[in-house]
């Protein structure tokens, strides 16, 4: 009888399968059984943090797919958020238009900036593009704030709740859902769009553009669908948080927005989905859990007047610390602890049809 221990596969069905394993199922049952009794037994405040997270994970897959597989630096992230979100304001305002409406138009936005601003990778690369894709945000940002004050909208753009059919979307236990099923679904269109040739011609390009050029993958193609695939699910995101909230402001998306979601690549781990989804949940609840540590651990009167400055500084510590102890992220600590369980001490099963 034949012995392998480890991870393999043996055929392209099971290197294609997003489920591989009984476990992997079961686990994925228990997640989604938890997912859905969490709006049930949860408080208001953490409902909103769920909503907040799953805003979040919708931006940073779309960011990762960009950075992550495509290997294309932006810094213009926040930029595409507040245009799919100005857009939603302006076509509400303006036009009275339905959720129906304004959520594929916002698409239709970030696919144009995603199409434009994707021009320069066709000759800069590295921190010259990252320059040219920070334009982005400044450009959207002043257009964003001429619009509040030439139009008195000086508190930001006020939205009424959207309506599905007949349901009104005006509980936090109904956006959950709502979020939740947009979260899933982005997720696994992105996963399957990186089992195509255009995800493997990202990976190519991010690995090497030359070699990728020599094996026939059209580069400029290859960039500018990852802009655009990009720009449109990030446009997506900043609809959803304008709905979300009730209002659109310009202050909403600063050059910070921009860092936090680099930080969640980094944090969760670059080129992965699930490293995406790890980094989002890390980045969105750090703050409250600051929050927590003051409130339960003896911190002095004088440094706790300082929580705001104390969050920016834990932020950028712990950005410095997984940079240099931990480059994999969370998904790389993710992964030890799943190989010790799954590999130690040496866990054998028979291979079927050998001896």
Not at 44 to 64: E, R, S, T, Y
Not at 230 to 245: E, H, M, P
Not at 254 to 274: H, N, P, R
Not at 333 to 347: G, T
Request: glycine fraction near 10%.
């Amino acid at each position: 009888m034949a012995y392998a221990s480890g991870y393999f596969k043996t055929s392209y069905g099971a290197e294609l399968a997003l489920v591989e394993t009984r476990l992997q199922w079961a686990a994925l049952a228990a997640l989604g059984l938890g997912l859905g009794l969490f709006p049930l037994l949860a408080s208001p405040f953490a409902l909103d943090l769920a909503n907040q997270v799953l805003l979040a994970v919708i931006g940073a897959v779309a960011l990762m797919l960009l950075t992550g597989y495509a290997g294309q630096i932006s810094l213009g992230h926040a930029g595409l958020l507040a245009a799919g979100a100005f857009t939603t304001g302006i076509l509400a305002e303006e036009a009275g238009a339905p959720f129906w409406l304004t959520v594929p138009a916002s698409g239709a936005v970030g696919a144009v900036l995603g199409l434009v601003f994707g021009l320069p990778s066709l000759r800069l690369k590295g921190l010259y593009l990252a320059v040219s894709t920070l334009a982005l945000h400044f450009i959207v940002a002043f257009l964003g704030s001429e619009y509040e004050t030439r139009h008195g909208f000086s508190t930001g753009i006020l939205l009424d709740s959207p309506r599905l059919g007949p349901v009104v979307l005006d509980d936090a236990r109904l956006w959950y859902g709502l979020l939740l099923a947009v979260a899933a679904a982005v997720f696994l269109f992105s996963r399957n769009l990186l089992r195509t040739r255009t995800g493997r011609a990202w990976i190519a390009l991010r690995d090497r553009d030359v070699v990728a050029a020599a094996l026939g993958i059209p580069v400029a193609a290859a960039k500018l669908s990852a802009f655009v695939v990009s720009s449109v699910l990030t446009a997506l995101a900043g609809c959803l948080f304008a709905y979300y909230r009730g209002f659109v402001s310009i202050e909403a998306f600063s050059l910070f927005t921009t860092i936090e979601y680099v930080a969640m690549l980094i944090i969760g781990g670059l080129g992965s989905l699930l490293g995406a989804v790890l980094g989002a949940v890390f980045v969105v609840t750090f703050p409250y859990l600051i929050d927590l540590a003051v409130d339960l651990l003896p911190v002095p009167a004088r440094l706790s007047t300082y929580v705001f400055a104390v969050k920016y500084a834990a932020f950028g510590l712990i950005m410095l610390l997984f940079l240099l102890l931990e480059p994999e992220g969370l998904l790389g600590i993710w992964r030890r602890v799943r190989d010790y369980f799954v590999l130690w001490p040496f866990r054998y099963r028979p291979l079927a049809g050998r001896s």
